[in-house]
């Protein structure tokens, strides 16, 4: 692990944004749990990218479908196919798996010689119902999109739409991945953000690029710094088995450049294999409709703004406070991903009046915004444990608001503060976040 990814992976378990699932019976399975500030940035996240897809762009709809289908579905898509396999190779001597693109000659772990590679398919099984034979078995999702061409006609129908339009969905999605790695970046369950763009087959390629700059622009408009993202065409003979086309939206991650988000052009593909399995017409008018998807994950995405949110000051900011002295960690959050928007912090805890002016504050805010409040260590101590986990605002409230009810209002990135007034706090506070 590099140096910078252990220091990612260890402040999201100290200051909870992840754990690891289980963790009380070793850990399972590359599973993640998401704790209280995790939860909160993952919701900001979904928030962000169903209002930009939603509210920012016309005809584009929601749609909430299970993550159990028909098994036909899957058959229909063509992920119970080679398509939607990873080449997995076996160590001779200790046994253990591996996927194929992933490794050279020699088993990484012994040392041992590898068997031929073999496809291995990467849908996960389950039963429904209280018998476990072939009839009721079934997979959970390995994309959400299936869920929105199955209701394409639904859709469409019941809203009144018309050729081009789009389907956003947020939603759970599992892949049983024979190498998950890089903590959250490949996990067996994860959830996925895709937007699903039906238009007439010769306007794909103008809305392709369309959808391509709008997804582009999202992430740099979230803060994200144009070096560490670009796009990659990806060649003909490594597209997955629906697409005509793909562009990979990749970010330079402490262990390189790797996809966040994938642009495909899925032609007919999928409304076209449904037709034909399920045996309902699904064309609009005379034709299949070509569909761009944009496809993200939550969970890869939210490790992306992590990472290009995490800064470290030698000898810290401040020069004013012992605190100072040592290294200072800034999370450079959005203020939209920020997990917790103000601190309310009293100057000191030893005084009873300004504690108790200090929770009527927290209590004040508290229904507007996501606040902390702490009265533990020095404030400087605690405007640092603010900064780590990317608090946009402390707010202090010292002697000076005993006589004429102002605090201090510091900015987490600045540092600058301003005094204002308790009653105008509301106000100033939802002008800034
Ligand atoms: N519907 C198209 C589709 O699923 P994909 O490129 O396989 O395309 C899209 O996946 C996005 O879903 C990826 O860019 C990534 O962000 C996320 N994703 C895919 N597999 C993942 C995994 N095992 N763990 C975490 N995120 C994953």
């Known amino acids: 692990m590099t140096d910078l990814m252990e220091k990612i992976v260890s402040l999201s378990k100290r200051r909870g944004f992840v754990f690891p699932s289980s963790e009380i019976y070793g850990g399972f399975g590359s599973c993640y749990d998401f704790g209280p500030l995790g939860v909160e940035l993952k919701n900001n996240i979904k928030k962000v990218w169903w209002d930009e897809m939603t509210k920012k762009h016309d005809d584009v709809v929601g749609l909430d479908a299970s993550i159990l289908m028909s098994p036909k579905v899957w058959e229909a898509s063509g992920h119970l196919t080679a398509g939607f396999a990873d080449e997995l190779v076996e160590c ?26 073999k496809k291995f398919n990467l849908m996960m099984k389950t039963f429904v119902g209280p018998v476990e034979d072939e009839a009721s078995e079934t997979y959970l999702r390995a994309e959400t999109c299936q869920g929105i061409y199955t209701n394409f006609k639904n ?57 391509k700059k709008q997804r582009i622009n999202w992430y740099l408009s979230l803060g994200i710094r144009k070096q560490n993202l670009r796009a990659k065409e990806v060649p003909k003979n490594e597209l997955p088995h629906y697409a005509k086309r793909a562009v990979d939206i990749e970010y330079k991650f402490p262990f390189g450049w790797q996809e966040i988000e994938g642009i495909h052009n899925r032609g007919d593909w999928d409304l076209s294999n449904h037709s034909k399995h399920s045996g309902e017409d699904l064309k609009y008018e005379d034709y299949f409709p070509y569909i761009i998807e944009t496809s993200v994950g939550v969970d890869r995405s939210l490790f992306a703004f992590l990472c290009d949110a995490y800064q470290e000051v030698k000898g810290g900011r401040t020069k004013t406070t012992k605190a100072a002295k040592e290294l200072e960690v800034l999370l450079k959050l959005h203020k939209s991903l920020a997990p917790v928007k103000i601190a309310v912090l009293p100057l000191v805890k030893n005084k009873p009046e300004l ?34 986990i990317g608090t946009i605002a402390s707010i202090t409230c010292d002697f000076q608001t005993l006589e004429d009810d102002t605090v201090t209002l510091r900015d987490r990135d600045s540092m600058k503060q301003e005094r204002v007034k308790i009653k105008d706090l509301i106000e100033c506070l939802r002008k800034q976040l």
Request: with cysteine.
């Open 92 to 117: 001779k001597k200790c046994h253990h798996r591996f996927r194929k693109d992933f490794i050279k000659e020699k088993c990484p772990d012994c040392g041992g010689s590898l068997t031929k590679p």
């Open 155 to 211: 859709v469409m129908q019941t809203m009144r739409l018309k050729i081009p339009f789009g389907i956003a969905q947020i939603g759970k999605a599992f892949r049983n991945e024979i190498n998950p790695k890089d903590f959250i970046y490949r996990t067996r369950e994860f959830e996925q953000m895709e937007m699903q763009w039906f238009c007439e087959p010769k306007t794909a390629p103008k809305f392709f690029d369309y959808w």
């Open 355 to 388: 504690v108790k002016k200090a929770k009527e504050i927290y209590n004040l805010l508290k229904p507007h915004f996501v606040c902390q409040y702490d009265e533990t260590g020095s404030i400087g101590r605690r405007y640092r444990r603010q900064d780590e």
